[in-house]
């Protein structure tokens, strides 16, 4: 059964940074791309990284550029963003996927004065 279990989330001041993971199960994780999409309040849900099986970004929203990273480790089956100089706009839920076909039940982050 493929699982994918998003933890780290939380709430922050501007400026702050977290660290999201997403641990995955149940299929080869180092043969799949892996992403993390956002869904804002009232917002469509967006894709933020995709993280290929060499652990290379091919894609970055680009608000989130030279502050947002994601990355890899196909040895623990984990997918990771880590978040720094969070802003108030970068408030979501936040979700891992594969394919954008199988999802975690997400993670919420809320930056705020």
């Known amino acids: 059964q493929v699982q994918l279990v998003e933890s780290g989330g939380g709430s922050v001041h501007p400026g702050g940074s977290l660290r999201l993971s997403c641990a995955a199960s149940?299929?080869?994780?180092?043969?799949?791309?892996m992403s993390w999409f956002r869904r804002a309040p009232g917002r469509e849900r967006v894709l933020v990284a995709n993280v290929i099986p060499s652990n290379i970004t091919t894609y970055l929203l680009d608000s989130v550029k030279g502050r947002f990273t994601g990355f890899r480790d196909n040895d623990k089956n984990t997918l990771y963003l880590q978040m720094n100089d969070l802003r108030p706009e970068d408030t979501a839920v936040y979700y891992c996927?594969?394919?954008?076909?199988?999802w975690g039940q997400g993670t919420q982050v809320t930056v705020s004065v």
């Open positions: 149940g299929f080869p994780f180092s043969r799949y791309v």
């Open positions: 996927s594969r394919d954008s076909m199988t």
